[in-house]
């Protein structure tokens, strides 16, 4: 199975990956493209809904509310996100402002919740790792905020280095150290025509692939082993969100290269 899709822009809702319909059974994921007045309308039925802005703003209308001019940064390089949640059982119309630019993350819930912006001033940042394999990463979207299933968040790889090693995963239920979470990975760069490696594998070979990934490409995390590596000259950005039987960030790393955890704790240390 190929577990890399694209986005090609076009104005209105693009689903990308939808449960049951690609290799995952708990995750959706689409893009919002909107110019200024172009309106687009989305039920959200049994799930929960975040909207990730990536770039530009926003109104958002659904039962008695309008939030108007939702928005702040121009690109995934200019700041932190601001979002829009919504629970299930809601109707809710996005309407440009200006060209804008919305990452759709949901997944089935089975509680009310209530809806709310999550401004920048909300999202947490911090560094992971240590060269060459270090990134800054902003939490967005957790137990923190409203959401019950969703985890999402912000990557970005300076040029050349390695995120998410050593390669970990969340696909054995042995909380509290690991859950049973689906993910997506969606990429950006800059400049544009940057890319990266993807790599996803399992220890018995099922699944062992390495994409070269793009502008607007994403890759589905089902199960099994994952790590990603930068070109040089590009920064990269992808935005990564999980759902699954457990919130948060619960994951185990490869055993064979674990190792390299150590050495991070002693450079960290002696910093």
């Known amino acids: 199975m190929n577990f890399k899709k694209s986005y090609t822009p076009k104005v209105g809702y693009t689903p990308i990956c939808t449960s049951g319909e690609c290799s995952l059974k708990m995750l959706d994921f689409g893009i919002v493209e909107l110019f200024k007045g172009d309106s687009v309308t989305i039920d959200t039925g049994d799930k929960e809904f975040a909207f990730i802005i990536l770039g530009g703003h ?6 008695d509310v309008n939030w108007t001019f939702v928005g702040g940064r121009r690109s995934v390089f200019e700041g932190k996100a601001t979002s829009v949640y919504i629970p299930r ?3 809710v119309t996005i309407t440009g402002c200006e060209h804008v630019k919305i990452a759709v993350c949901s997944t089935k819930v089975d509680v009310d919740t209530e809806a709310e912006i999550v401004g920048p001033d909300r999202v947490r940042a911090s560094v992971l790792g240590v060269k060459p394999w270090e990134r800054d990463t902003h939490f967005i979207i957790d137990g923190n905020t409203n959401a019950k299933r969703l985890t999402i968040g912000e990557a970005f790889i300076t040029p050349g280095n390695w995120a998410g ?16 979470l689906e993910e997506i990975y969606y990429f950006l760069f800059q400049p544009e025509q940057g890319f990266a490696i993807q790599c996803l594998y399992t220890k018995d070979g099922e699944i062992d692939e390495a994409y070269r990934v793009k502008n ?3 890759v589905e995390f089902p199960y099994g082993y994952h790590t990603t590596v930068g070109a040089p000259g590009y920064n990269t950005y992808f ?12 994951r185990s790393n490869d055993p064979d290269h674990d190792w390299v955890s150590a050495v991070e704790n002693m450079v960290k240390k002696n910093r």
């Open 58 to 63: 926003a109104d958002f209308a659904f039962d």
């Open 89 to 91: 059982g809601k109707s």
């Open 165 to 180: 090693f050593p390669p970990h995963k969340h696909d054995v239920d042995n909380m509290p150290q690991e859950g049973v």
């Open 216 to 218: 607007d490409d994403l």
């Open 239 to 250: 935005l990564w969100l999980m759902a699954g039987r457990d919130q948060g960030f619960f």
